[in-house]
């Protein structure tokens, strides 16, 4: 059973910095043939992707975070991460980690793409003016 679990939310003043963690465990494929990604979701609003990883490292941003926001990945832990900086009181969500098989002849997932199949708990961020 697939396990996701996020940490590292908080709350800061808007410009400054915090990066997410997503712990994955219960593959039952290698944690490197997954595609990973995170998403947001705030109050009263539809939940959003903010940045996906693929199986070979391409990644893909919303437009709202570019620049901004990086997502990376340490396969030998299995954990998953979003630095955020310049954070802005618009960022404040509850953030969720994703994951969905990948394979070498579909290695990427869009930013766009909703349907995920594995879902963390999700870990609140709040930004304040």
């Known amino acids: 059973q697939v396990q996701l679990v996020e940490s590292g939310g908080g709350s800061v003043q808007a410009g400054g910095s915090l990066r997410v963690s997503c712990a994955a465990s219960?593959?039952?494929?290698?944690?490197?043939?997954?595609?990973m990604a995170w998403f947001r979701q705030a109050p009263g609003k539809e939940r959003e992707g903010v940045a996906t990883?693929?199986?070979?490292?391409?990644?893909s941003y919303a437009d709202s975070v570019k620049g901004r926001f990086t997502i990376s990945q340490d396969n030998a832990v299995n954990t998953l991460y979003l630095q955020m900086n310049s954070l802005k009181p618009e960022d404040t969500a509850m953030y969720y980690c994703?994951?969905?098989?990948?394979?070498?002849?579909?290695?990427?997932?869009?930013?766009?793409?909703?349907?995920?199949?594995?879902w963390g708990q999700g870990t609140q961020v709040t930004v304040s003016s």
């Open positions: 219960g593959w039952g494929y290698t944690y490197s043939a997954y595609c």
């Open positions: 994703a994951a969905r098989r990948c394979t070498w002849s579909s290695p990427y997932v869009s930013v766009s793409d909703p349907n995920w199949r594995y």
């Open positions: 990883i693929g199986i070979h490292g391409r990644t």
